[in-house]
């Protein structure tokens, strides 16, 4: 199947007589006819449900639509983005080890990294994903356990090498994990450049209509946990929580990694996405790839107009020709980017606050990356604790726009844009 079909029927084959939709399961729990049969769904000796703060079959159907989409071996859903982030990492590394991270990542994505998981002591070193090779490869660690990187940056819009990073994290014997968020698997499938694991915020395109925060996993399968058992105990030596099961061994390239995190951090930690939210995410998907191409479209357009009008300062769009990232954009996205735009108002933070102001079509909302067009001025909103310098150092200058072009129709789009624009 290709990629606009698997958005319609993956993950989901319905027998005779059986909903044509994904159902949802709303039950918490699971019948048995005796304790046996639920003993061996406990040892992990045969596959089935028993409680849902574990699985739900509602979850890992519409987990393995995206496992299809993405090219992986299997899938998980989470309860947020975050939730995904955290678990892909703490999946390998844990107190004492060192993860190697791009430094342009989600914001919420880097906290999560730089102070939460700091402080649950597993190192980070951030690396600019423009650095040099000897700069990546000076980073690594005897101890170093995943390399992390996201497709398109939120809000940096930077395009992340994936090749590059794959190849420099295998040398190394350790996996890539790629937030492939804002390209989604229509635009980019980084399976296919190398990466092992690949993470979602499901809220943003996937859902694409803001009804449901979550999050998915995706293992390519082809990561060799074996071949670097020193490096990954987690998975090559016996789980003594889960009756000495070895997951590299009873799962295989295809399984183990999915099947520990549900077995460990889903038991334990329990942040799984409510069957409700799975079903209206896989009504999103169903849409995935008619709703990119037009976010693509629209986004274009407008980046287009954005980098002609003379009030404007700059844009960062890494479609347009003139941007730094257009040859890599090129390379990993053919089709397009995202709808995501960045851009300064001339005039700074007043101008900025001015336009938004008289935007009506576009509105003012913390979100980004679905069907309505939003828009988000940093400095005075998410980063408005900053002064202007530390701004200008996080990357979020005190005139940054972040305008999230929607599926309107992109005539009505403009116009908002160049009456908003008259008024500054
Ligand atoms: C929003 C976002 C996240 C976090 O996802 P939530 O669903 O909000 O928890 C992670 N990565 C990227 C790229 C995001 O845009």
């Known amino acids: 199947m290709r990629q606009e079909t698997k958005c319609i029927q993956a993950g989901y084959v319905p027998g005779n007589g059986e909903p044509r939709m994904i159902p949802i399961i709303q039950s918490t729990t699971f019948k048995y006819d005796t304790s046996e049969d639920m003993g061996k769904l406990f040892d992990l000796e045969a596959p089935g449900y028993f409680y849902t ?19 992986g071996s299997a899938a998980m859903l989470t309860s947020s983005g975050q939730a995904a982030s955290f678990f892909s990492v703490f999946n390998l590394a844990g107190a004492g080890d060192h993860v190697i991270s791009s430094a342009s990542i989600y914001g919420g994505t880097y906290n999560l990294f730089n102070v939460t998981m700091r402080r649950m002591g597993i190192e980070f070193t ?92 995706v293992d390519s399968g082809k990561f060799d946990w074996m071949a670097h058992a020193d490096k990954f105990p987690g998975l090559t030596t016996p ?18 990694y999915i099947t520990k995190a549900t077995a460990q951090l889903m038991r334990d930690l329990g942040s799984i996405q409510a069957p409700m939210n799975a079903f209206f995410l896989n009504l999103g998907l169903e849409s995935l790839a008619v709703r990119m191409q037009r976010h693509c479209e629209n986004a274009q357009k407008v980046a287009e107009y954005l980098e002609s009008h003379e009030k404007i300062a700059w844009v960062q769009y890494p479609g347009l020709p003139s941007n730094k990232y257009y040859e890599l954009a090129r390379k990993y996205m053919p089709n397009g980017t995202c709808g995501v735009i960045s851009f300064g108002v001339k005039g700074g933070r007043a101008a900025a606050e001015e336009f938004m102001k008289h935007l009506k079509v576009g509105i003012i909302a913390t979100h980004v990356a679905d069907a309505h067009t939003c828009v988000l001025h940093p400095a005075s909103s998410t980063h408005r604790q900053l002064s202007d310098e530390e701004l200008v150092a996080a990357g979020v200058g005190p005139d940054l726009v972040r305008f999230s072009v929607g599926i309107e129709n992109v005539d009505d789009i403009l116009e908002d844009l160049a009456q908003a624009l008259a008024c500054v």
């Open 53 to 71: 703060r574990l699985q739900n079959p509602t979850n890992d159907m519409v987990a393995a639509k995206i496992a299809a989409l993405e090219g």
């Open 126 to 217: 951030f690396v600019d994903p423009d650095c040099s090779d000897e700069e990546l490869e000076a980073a690594f660690r005897p101890n170093t356990k995943a390399v992390f990187g996201e497709t398109i940056a939120n809000p940096a819009l930077t395009v992340f090498d994936i090749e590059r990073f794959a190849n420099a994290a295998h040398a190394h014997g350790v996996p890539l994990i790629v937030d492939n968020t804002f390209a989604t698997p229509i635009n980019c499938r980084p399976i296919e450049w190398g990466a092992d694991i690949v993470t979602h915020s499901t809220t943003k395109y996937m859902d694409g209509h803001d009804t449901g925060v979550g999050g998915c996993i």
């Open 239 to 256: 789980d003594e929580s889960y009756h000495g099961i070895t997951y590299a061994e009873k799962f295989g390239l295809e399984g183990a």
